[in-house]
């Protein structure tokens, strides 16, 4: 399901003019069949996911992102005064007339997450903090069988040298724990709400 960063990269989406300093860290396909006009559940199902908590399943995801959280709070990397409204400048300062004064998107409720702009192929999301500045990129792509599926990409400014040095320690983690429950759960939460889809 991983990709290469020119799945992102060669599609002209409107994220590259506005995180052009930001580096690709990851490219998936989603396991979201569909239709051509079902990016809004895939948004809906993934903003649901980040306003309960995070939408990984598995032990080590589980692991992992409680004790990002917890070093996150003894080592004040995401309290107040410290997430992208201060540290650094939001990227909506960088939007376009066009997307600032069209869809934001959904509310991502208490969540370090905040939602940049939503278009009809396409959604992206920011957080910060002490460590690193990141966008969680939403796509909605053809699957090349005649149907369509999500591709979600993180897209990721470190800040400073710890930043850089953070992202390196928790590498192996992510591919190992984090994103493979993250698909699972992306797939299972997307069949569940197979019904609510067909009858639109």
């Known amino acids: 399901m991983r990709l290469p960063r020119t799945a992102h990269t060669d599609r002209p989406w409107r994220i590259h003019e506005i995180a052009h300093d930001f580096t690709v860290e990851d490219v998936w396909a989603l396991p979201t069949p569909g239709g051509p006009d079902d990016l809004e559940w895939l948004v809906r199902q993934t903003a649901d996911g980040i306003r309960g908590g995070v939408n990984g399943d598995g032990l080590v995801s589980r692991v992992l992102f409680a004790v990002r959280w917890k070093l996150g709070a003894l080592l004040g990397w995401d309290k107040s005064g410290t997430g992208i409204s201060t540290r650094p400048p939001s990227l909506r300062d960088r939007l376009p007339a066009d997307l600032r004064e069209g869809p934001r998107g959904p509310d991502l409720g208490s969540s370090p997450f905040t939602s940049l702009y939503q ?46 040095l953070y992202m390196a320690a928790i590498k192996p983690f992510r591919y190992i724990g984090v994103y493979p429950a993250l698909m699972r759960s992306i797939g299972r939460q997307w069949q569940a709400n197979a019904a609510e889809r067909s009858v639109r």
Do not use: S
């Open 119 to 164: 278009r009809n192929d396409e959604w992206a999301a920011e957080m910060g903090n002490k460590t690193v500045q990141a966008v969680m990129h939403i796509g909605w792509v053809p699957d090349g069988v005649g149907g369509y599926r999500g591709q979600m990409a993180v897209l990721v400014k470190p800040n400073g040298l710890f930043g850089t």
